[in-house]
């Protein structure tokens, strides 16, 4: 807000204050959810085409496809809560590298041409398009490096936030890792009809492995995380007891991890791939639930 502007300078004196209310709603949520996906799958696609060559050559465009769409909505939703959309020209034309949406804006838009050259290299359209699957493996390699910090940055950007004691970049980083991991593989799990069970079996132990370290860090913030600062215990209560958001965490920690780890374990019991697929639907609808029960309780703490 403007306190006052000296005339004989023209400059302008601001008050630094704290903006009441969720300033990052649910478009945020579907920021992160989406993102997961979008980089999730480029991981998921690299691994099969490393193990199990033979049988996931036919996932390459249509992995492609579906990380393009994903990627678009991370970016649509990006753009919708943006204060100032019509102006994110100027990230481009007037960048502050000390800003981590500047690099993250970055980031994504080579990230997203790098996914049309993988499409353009993987389709196959009569004399038009041929497929090359010898470049599209070499490009894919240099796609899922920049995954990973196009994944990452949303880390930094949490942590920059001033205030939110709760969003650390350790934390938040191998959080963002871990949503991209149990997204992808699960993505991969259902996109994946025609791969084998051995296959689909090392996807749900990706799957499973990731859930179960989230899961982890979630309950150690839960339990420790008072002990590092008031402020964490303060918005913890939020998902404690009574707590405004206690259902809708809950919810979430099982949704998104503890059942599908128990299917998981199901599904290699009896080799059951209808159990896997399971595992697969509950772990992507529980991480939206996660991620905005995360995102929403450190904004709904009173700056003063």
Known sequence: MVHETLAATHAVVTLDVGLPGIVWPWLVTINMWAKSIGTGVIFMLFYLLKNYPSESGNLRFPTTVVAIVFIHIFLLFTLADLHQPLRMWHIFFYPHWTSAITVGAWMATIFVGLLFALAFFSAEYGKILKKNDAAFDKLLFWTVLLAIPVTLYTAALMSQATARELWQMPTETAQMMLAALLAGSATMILLGKNLSYEAKSSLGVILGLSALAAFIIYQSELVFGPMKAEEVGAVLEYIKGNGEYAT?????????????????????????????????????????????????????????
């Open 248 to 304: 809708m965490f809950w919810i979430g920690q099982f949704v998104a991890y503890l059942l599908p780890i128990l299917l998981i374990t199901l599904s290699r019991v009896g080799r059951s791939e209808s159990i896997l697929q399971l595992a697969a639907i509950l772990a992507l609808v529980g991480l939206w639930i996660v991620k905005h029960v995360w995102l929403i309780i450190p904004q709904l703490l009173p700056m003063s």
